[in-house]
């Protein structure tokens, strides 16, 4: 039986095997502050999934006097983009909880089927919007499926390598169903159900569970770790200050160098693939390479990093050339088996 519209204006419908066409709404939702001044693809990211998406929630923090993060949004000019002006707590250092708390204010203002969460340096690519609706579609009327997983691309320094190493995660729950004790989950890396109107405690364990998700054949290219090296260290030290007490970072900074060490850019994975096409025009400003050290060996000047490091390193050795999957990888949820099979899966 084909599942009758909630709405009339809905965009998104799709004829799924041999049943009849069903219509859903689906909500794109993230979280800002300051995402323009620290080199974010915050544009390209909301227009990679507004094709798919009946909205586009933001839950936008107050920035700096300088950030331009609200106009990126406002001259995308779309209807569908809806913003929710937040205060953030910037005292709250506890391991990064307050993007999770962000993170519940724009999914709490979502109104679609599905709630697709996309942060500001995640993008999809073209290619999978498709097979995303299609999935949708399919699986709506299945209550046991709370969310879909990706899988991740991890670009690292430019825009041809990628890090491929069992210390980063591998997939991630990014659309959910539109329950409102599915809450966003430690940093607002995943996502959890949590029994509880208010969360106090984003870490928490008892009383929460993971989602029952099936992992589509998609992926998400995160481009957290290409900017700059100046950009990417004042990035480094926003992001600890959420973490970490703030003064404590200041004076572990204050010693650092100016600029992030990428380290040995011929230890990485060769992209050889196509970026999405949104990216393209973002892409052009990459002026850093002559920053960036391609010579073998080259030591950063910096705590490493675990895929640098010699014991992450023969793990993933492992993995890739003789058991040929993962083993003992960080997952937050329970996989479910995928009975919608894609033609045009390549995984």
């Not at 659309?175 to 940093?187: A, G, L, M, Q, T």
């Amino acid at each position: 039986m084909g599942r009758k519209p909630q709405q009339k204006n809905c965009l998104n419908g799709c004829l799924v095997s041999n049943r009849k066409f069903i219509f859903l709404k689906i909500s794109g939702f993230s979280f800002m502050r300051n995402t323009d001044k620290l080199y974010y693809p915050l544009a390209e990211s909301i227009q990679s999934i507004l094709p798919i998406v009946d909205e586009f929630i933001i839950a936008l923090g107050k920035g700096d006097e300088d950030d331009r993060t609200e106009q990126i949004i406002l001259s995308l000019n779309s209807d569908k983009i809806k913003i929710i002006h937040t205060e953030w707590n910037l005292g709250n250092h506890q391991g990064g909880t307050e993007y999770a708390k962000q993170t519940d204010i724009a999914k709490a203002a979502c109104s679609g089927d599905w709630l697709f969460y996309i942060q500001s340096d995640e993008v999809i690519h073209e290619r999978y919007l498709e097979t995303i609706q299609k999935y949708c579609a399919y699986y709506i009327d299945k209550p046991e499926v709370e969310g879909f997983a990706f899988h991740y691309k991890h670009f690292f320094g430019d825009y041809d390598h990628y890090v491929e190493c069992h210390s980063w995660y591998a997939e991630e729950i990014r659309i959910v169903r539109n329950n409102p004790f599915i809450h966003s989950w430690k940093d607002a890396q995943s996502f959890r159900i949590i029994h509880e109107a208010e969360v106090q405690n984003y870490y928490q364990k008892k009383n929460t569970r993971r989602l029952k998700a099936v992992l589509i054949p998609a992926e998400v290219y995160h481009y957290g770790w290409v900017r700059p090296p100046q950009s990417m260290q004042s990035k480094s030290l926003v992001m600890d200050k959420a973490y970490h007490d703030p003064a404590k970072v200041d004076r572990e900074y204050s010693i650092k160098s100016l600029y992030y060490d990428y380290g040995d850019m011929q230890a990485l994975e060769i992209f050889n693939d196509t970026h999405p096409k949104v990216m393209q025009s973002f892409i052009t400003k990459f002026n850093w390479k002559a920053q960036l050290n391609y010579t073998k060996g080259h030591k950063p000047n910096r705590k490493l990093m675990k895929h640098e490091q010699m014991k992450y390193k023969i793990f993933t050795w492992i993995e890739k050339k003789i058991l040929k999957k993962r083993i003992l990888a960080y997952r937050n949820f329970t996989k479910l088996k995928d009975s919608l099979v894609s033609s045009n899966s390549k995984f």
